[in-house]
């Protein structure tokens, strides 16, 4: 099965690591090209690509600001991905509260005996 493109692919626009930084920053703050360049230390071609698949795939907003483009995360977009990555959290969830249990229990034996059981 051919791979859907990048541009029509919410799951193939956040793949890329440069993507999700942008997504993380525009988040909190509606930037300027110039200003996502700053903070992530990338080149304005770069950036440019990269904010173009975004709006692309609807997972950023744009709007003129006089001769500006501010762009903001549009995180309705990403309840895919999250309803995805959801599945994973319960598993990872029920795996830390495995290891949690399994913690306590070693600490309450310690306290009970002073050593561990394989200790002994």
């Known amino acids: ?24 920053l525009l988040v909190v703050n509606e930037l300027p090209v110039g200003a996502i ?25 744009v709007r003129r600001n006089g001769r500006h483009k501010l762009y ?6 990403l309840q895919p991905v999250h309803e995805w990555a959801s599945t994973f959290e319960r598993y990872w969830t029920h795996q830390l509260n495995r290891i949690k249990e399994r913690a306590e229990s070693k600490m309450k034996q310690i306290k009970e005996f002073g050593t561990s059981p394989k200790e002994n």
Do not use: C, W, Y
């Not at 099965?1 to 993380?24: C, Q």
């Not at 990338?42 to 904010?51: A, E, G, M, R, T």
């Not at 903001?72 to 977009?77: F, I």
């Open 1 to 24: 099965m051919a791979r859907a493109a990048t541009t029509s692919d919410v799951f193939n626009a956040v793949a890329e690591p440069r993507r999700r930084e942008i997504l993380t």
């Open 37 to 61: 360049v700053a903070a992530l230390s990338l080149d304005q071609p770069s950036v440019s690509k990269h904010l173009r698949v975004l709006r692309d795939t609807g997972l950023v907003n």
């Open 72 to 77: 903001r995360t549009n995180a309705p977009a």
